[in-house]
């Protein structure tokens, strides 16, 4: 049975990514890219100044610490272990075919979280929640695709790719002499011990802890790539080369598409920043701000942070290493080779360091996303004993998620995330018109220069919501 899946879920992984889901993802980013008027490009310096905004409402997070919960699960395991994949099995052009993917896909993430913020509902405590299963039944008045939508989004978070995640964390460990078939039980015991002391302290404590952890990582991260880069400039300018000639080698691309640079590309790019897969619009509905467009924009920036700035920080370090990447050394042995070019062993630790702090948070911001939608499942009634329940079975699926086998564990979580995609890209395709009205409304009051300030009758909205009446 295990052979049958694996053979399964690898062929519908490549039939998914090779012939549905590259036209649905370019195709929406560039039809939200041009009815935006290119809002990624227009408003990146609005997005930056966003994140500062200190939040209207106390019972609910900031700006900054929704950008954080969301920043947490796009920046994970895709990073470094998914760019280092890409570039071993389909070649340096995948990198470029990543950047394409974040450029437009930033408009997707602007229209999905600001309808998100528009349809958020109100808790008991007087904060707010939502995402792509709330503004599904508020707009479509169809709690039946919302239900569809939250389950998929249970089981590719914390089910895929979380499995994902503590699978990469204990990958990271094969380089060092002490590794025997013992430790990923040792690595997913002490990771599942970890993750229930975070997830059972509750949503704003995990928005807490990636608030901290996510920008300090990132940054040393990002340092260390860049003493690579430089310890190696001779490698550079052969890098850049390699990168745009491999990714426009179509001939190539299209007589084997299933391997190609663009399919990879688009495959960890999408894994790594998520957009329009209806993640990021559960943290961004958490969010106090005056507008909606406002953390549609701060959202949009997420995207931004995870690919072009820490994934292309990865595939520098790779491709500047002067390590050659072979079939052997896909995911995270690729990226402790080449880290080890300058640090030497110290390399090899800080990147089994940082993954597994990229991991950890991962692994909690998808919970945040998980539990939301169980909300949505059990209208707010979960219930001390249901939520106990589910938060076991998180816990639990990240201690066996450590013993997954390589194929098994990417191609399910990107079958599963491909699910959520086909499901979500469509209604924000169908809904888009009013966060394009909600855009134009933010613009007009900025021109007129006010603080923007949201009201649903502004834009003609017909549906009740919880806080823009």
């Keep these: 049975m295990y052979d049958i899946y694996e053979s399964f879920i690898g062929s519908f992984s490549t039939w998914l990514y090779s012939y549905i889901l590259i036209i649905l993802l370019i195709g929406a980013g560039l039809y939200f890219t041009i009815r935006t008027k290119f809002v990624q490009f227009r408003f990146f310096k609005e997005s930056i100044k966003l994140v500062a905004e200190p939040k209207e409402d106390k019972n609910s997070i900031s700006a900054f610490e929704?950008?954080?919960?969301?920043t947490a699960s796009r920046v994970g395991v895709g990073n470094i272990a998914g760019v280092s994949t890409a570039i071993v099995l389909g070649g340096a052009g995948s990198?470029?075919?990543?950047?394409?993917?974040?450029?437009?896909?930033?408009?997707?993430?602007f229209i999905e979280s600001t309808l998100a913020q528009i349809y958020k509902v109100r808790d008991k405590d007087g904060g707010s929640y939502g995402g792509p299963a709330y503004y599904i039944q508020a707009a479509l008045k169809s709690r039946f695709l919302g239900v569809v939508f939250a389950v998929a989004l249970i089981l590719t978070y914390m089910g895929g790719f979380n499995m994902v995640a503590a699978f990469n964390i204990s990958s990271a460990f094969e380089g060092f002499g002490f590794y025997n078939s013992s430790t990923p039980l040792i690595v997913g015991a002490i990771l599942a011990v970890l993750t229930g002391l975070s997830i059972f302290r509750g949503g704003k404590t995990l928005s807490k802890?990636?608030?901290?952890?996510?920008?300090?990582?990132?940054?040393?991260?990002?340092?260390?790539?860049l003493v690579i880069v430089v310890t190696h400039l001779n490698l550079v300018p052969s890098m850049f080369v390699s990168i745009f000639e491999q990714a426009f080698d179509f001939k190539s691309a299209f007589g084997g598409f299933a391997g190609s640079a663009i399919m990879y590309g688009i495959k960890r790019g999408l894994y790594s920043n998520e957009a329009g897969?209806?993640?990021?619009?559960?943290?961004a509905a958490s969010a106090s701000v005056s507008h909606p467009a406002k953390q549609g924009l701060v959202q949009m920036l997420s995207v931004f942070i995870d690919t072009l700035l820490i994934c292309t920080a990865t595939a520098f370090m790779l491709l500047s290493s002067g390590v050659t990447p072979t079939e052997e050394l896909k995911g995270v042995p690729f990226a402790?080779?080449?880290?080890?070019?300058?640090?030497?062993?110290?390399?090899?630790?800080?990147?089994?360091f940082a993954l597994f702090c990229f991991a950890f948070t991962s692994i909690i911001g998808n919970f945040f996303y998980a539990e939301s939608?169980?909300?949505?499942?059990?209208?707010?009634?979960?219930?001390?004993?249901?939520?106990m329940i589910f938060r076991l079975?998180?816990?639990v699926i990240v201690f066996f998620g450590a013993q997954l086998d390589f194929s098994i564990a990417w191609d399910t979580a990107d079958v599963l995330m491909g699910i959520m995609a086909?499901?979500?890209?469509?209604?924000?395709?169908?809904?888009?018109?009013?966060a394009f009205k909600c855009l134009d409304d933010y613009t007009k009051q900025k021109k007129e220069g006010k603080n923007p300030v949201f009201k649903a009758k502004s834009i003609g909205l017909k549906e009740k919501t919880d806080f823009w009446n």
Excluded: E
């Excluded at 802890?209 to 790539?225: G, W």
């Excluded at 897969?277 to 943290?283: E, I, K, M, R």
């Excluded at 939608?373 to 939520?387: E, M």
């Design 66 to 70: 929704a950008l954080m919960v969301s």
């Design 373 to 387: 939608n169980l909300k949505y499942l059990n209208k707010k009634n979960v219930g001390k004993t249901g939520l």
């Design 95 to 109: 990198v470029f075919w990543m950047w394409m993917i974040a450029i437009i896909g930033g408009a997707s993430a």
């Design 209 to 225: 802890i990636t608030s901290i952890l996510v920008p300090v990582m990132a940054i040393s991260y990002i340092v260390v790539a």
């Design 336 to 352: 402790q080779a080449a880290v080890s070019t300058t640090f030497g062993d110290f390399g090899i630790w800080f990147i089994t």
């Design 277 to 283: 897969v209806g993640s990021a619009p559960n943290a």
């Design 393 to 395: 079975a998180a816990v």
């Design 422 to 434: 086909l499901i979500n890209i469509p209604i924000i395709l169908v809904l888009g018109r009013t």
